[in-house]
């Protein structure tokens, strides 16, 4: 048997659950790209746009100030929060701050689109991979178990293709924990960076 393998070859080896597999790597990877270009598309920068807003607020010009976030385009994800903030602030603390965490509410919505798609992956793909493995096994040993002789090459030979599917699935849940850890401190950082935006700008709209 060759000491080494092409991926086609160790895909064939893998058996069937390698198809299963296959799907499971190309969703992550699509995932993973969609969400990268979605973040990087929707500017996530929050103190740029709340020093801003405060300093027109701080002279007393929540009309500019309005202006000023309205300019920016759905793009700019903060810019709608704070725009929801300003608006409403006409209404008293109470409304401009639901106005404003509901507004924040459905951007992290719209930003975390896709995250439970990759925690459902990093787990079923090592599953499976399990269940490919002891599918392998079972192949294996009902080989052994009608094989007149026996050896160990026949033995190892196996067990290492029943591992297959154990090692691509184990990979494919290791990429996918380790961009939606990335993903979500980028989602968490945007998170509390506008609930203090939001803190900060209160009391000036209330004295504006």
């Given at each position: 048997m060759e000491n080494g393998f092409s991926l086609i070859e160790l895909f064939k080896l893998g058996g069937?659950?390698?198809w299963v597999l296959l799907a499971y790597s190309v969703a992550t990877i699509a995932i993973i790209i969609e969400r990268c270009i979605y973040l990087a598309w929707?500017?996530?920068k929050v103190a740029p746009i709340s020093n801003k807003v405060k300093s027109f607020l701080h002279d007393n010009q929540r009309y500019e100030a309005e202006k000023y976030l309205s300019s920016y385009g759905r793009k700019q994800t903060v810019?709608?929060?704070?725009?929801?903030?300003v608006r409403n602030a006409r209404f008293g603390e109470n409304r401009m701050e639901r106005a404003a965490e509901a507004e924040a509410q459905e951007r992290l919505r719209r930003m975390e689109n896709g995250f439970n798609y990759l925690t459902a992956l990093s787990?079923?793909?090592?599953?499976?991979?399990?269940?490919?493995?002891?599918s392998g096994m079972i192949g294996a040993f009902q080989s052994?178990?009608?094989?007149?002789d026996v050896n160990a090459q026949l033995v190892a030979g196996g067990i290492y293709e029943a591992l297959i599917t154990t090692v691509f699935g184990l990979i494919i849940a290791i990429v996918a924990l380790l961009a939606y850890n990335l993903l979500i401190q980028k989602v968490d950082t945007f998170a509390a960076e506008t609930s203090k935006a939001i803190n900060d700008l209160v009391p000036e709209l209330m004295g504006a």
């Open positions: 069937p659950f390698m929707h500017d996530c810019a709608t929060v704070l725009l929801a903030l787990s079923l793909a090592p599953l499976t991979g399990f269940l490919g493995t002891v052994i178990a009608t094989a007149t």
